[in-house]
């Protein structure tokens, strides 16, 4: 009999969001697959998880997902948890659950925190209906193409952002949709909480004198 793949969110910043059955889930599992291994580090010692931790990152998880299906096989059981929030969203996750469903190994997940539903209901648009993006493309022109279809979109969008694209990506809306309210969101759960609303060109004027730091979801 295979062993269970459980996919584990964990907190996106502040380390209270998690829940009890996260918690004893990590300490039950045979071995932690995790995407960065100092902060799972972080926050096993917190609440005194000794499991044997792996890493799983982008550039690995395809020569990991063999070893680690092989451990499933064996029958014993896996949590796989990401950088921060939820397993599978933007990070390597999907290619570990993927693998056990073709080979019919059970997945079970382990509901927490996400960093994209934490902005979509701060932001205070529609959140009934809403596209999310994931990280659009760092080739500028890639980008404002995925920018001008998003535009247009009736639903809410909601993307990731880098501290170092920021800036590109705010350039790029002024240029396409100068009028439209943009939300950015950055250290969502955490001391430094940020939601800065306005358009795209505000945001421009505030990083000239505010250097952009941590990671930001955007929405509009």
């Known amino acids: 009999m295979t062993g269970t793949l459980s996919i584990v969110s964990t907190p996106i910043g502040n380390l209270e969001d998690i829940t009890l059955r996260a918690i004893r889930t990590l300490k039950e599992a045979d071995l932690i697959a995790a995407e960065d291994t100092r902060r799972a580090g972080v926050l096993m010692k917190t609440y005194g998880v000794v499991s044997p931790v792996t890493s799983f990152h982008a550039h690995n998880g395809k020569k990991k997902t063999r070893g680690l299906m092989k451990v499933l096989r064996e029958g014993k059981n896996i949590a796989l948890i990401s950088d921060s929030g939820t397993p599978g969203i933007s990070d390597p996750g999907y290619i570990l659950i993927k693998e056990c469903i073709a080979e019919n190994v059970k997945?079970?997940?382990?509901?927490?925190?996400?960093?994209?539903?934490a902005a979509l209901v701060l932001s205070g648009k529609p959140a009934s209906k809403f596209v999310f993006e994931g990280f659009l493309s760092n080739k500028s022109g890639r980008r404002k193409k995925q920018l001008e279809a998003l535009a247009s979109e009736e639903r809410t969008v909601v993307v990731y952002e880098s501290p170092h694209r920021i800036e590109k990506m705010?350039?790029?809306?002024?240029?396409?949709?100068?009028?439209?309210?943009?939300?950015?969101?950055?250290?969502i759960t955490k001391k430094f909480e940020e939601i800065k609303r306005g358009t795209a060109g505000e945001h421009l004027a505030w990083f000239a004198e505010n250097r952009p730091r941590g990671e930001y979801v955007v929405v509009f």
Do not use: F, N, Q
């Open 107 to 117: 997945v079970i997940s382990i509901p927490g925190p996400t960093a994209l539903i």
């Open 170 to 187: 705010m350039k790029d809306m002024a240029e396409i949709a100068p009028g439209k309210e943009v939300i950015i969101a950055r250290e």
